[in-house]
């Protein structure tokens, strides 16, 4: 759960990449390029948190009412 927290708190860590994309952006040495790549992965990742949030707060608003 910890480890869960510093990646989440500090995504220097947490640059997700896919085998391939690291490989192809390793070769490529464009520095701008891994960096977009890592942010779409990212907000790519965030959307379905978004999602669930969304369906916990509507199901709470519902039982509250």
Do not use: D, H, W
Request: aromatic share 14%; with cysteine.
């Amino acid at each position: 759960m910890f480890l869960t927290l510093v990646f989440v708190l500090v995504p220097e860590f947490a640059e997700a990449q896919c085998a391939m994309c690291r490989a192809v952006l390793e070769s490529e040495g464009s520095e701008a390029a891994a960096k977009g790549i890592n942010n779409g992965i990212v907000y790519l990742m965030a959307v379905p948190y978004l999602l669930v949030a969304a369906l916990f707060f509507f199901i709470y608003k519902k039982m509250k009412a």
